[in-house]
């Protein structure tokens, strides 16, 4: 869940083990590792943090993902199925499973 909406859903192993959404991957990578093999690799945040109490419009991560372009900023992405039990809300992770990315 981010800033109130939820961003992705499924089964805990799954998702913890193919995240789709940026903001999963995010906060999986965030996880501290004793001795991280590549700490490189590591998804960081980047961007504005969005004012909880006035979110901005579109996907409320949007000014923080590494994927987001201007339809983010203006359309609210839905859950979709990603399997039998995994959602996500993302407009880029839809377009790329449909191949328009």
Known sequence: MYLG??????????VFERPQHP???????????PKPSN?????????ELPNPLDPPPGCHFHRRCPLAD??????????????????????RVAE??????
Do not use: K
Request: proline share 10%; charged share 25%.
């Open 70 to 91: 201007g339809r983010c900023a203006r359309e609210v992405p839905h859950l979709l199925p990603d399997g039998a039990d995994h959602r996500t809300a993302c407009h």
């Open 39 to 47: 700490p490189e690799s590591r998804a960081l945040p980047r961007g």
């Open 23 to 33: 903001y999963t991957q995010m906060l999986i990578d965030s996880v501290p590792h």
């Open 96 to 101: 790329a499973r449909a191949g328009t990315v």
């Open 5 to 14: 909406r939820i961003v992705e859903t499924g089964p805990a192993e799954e």
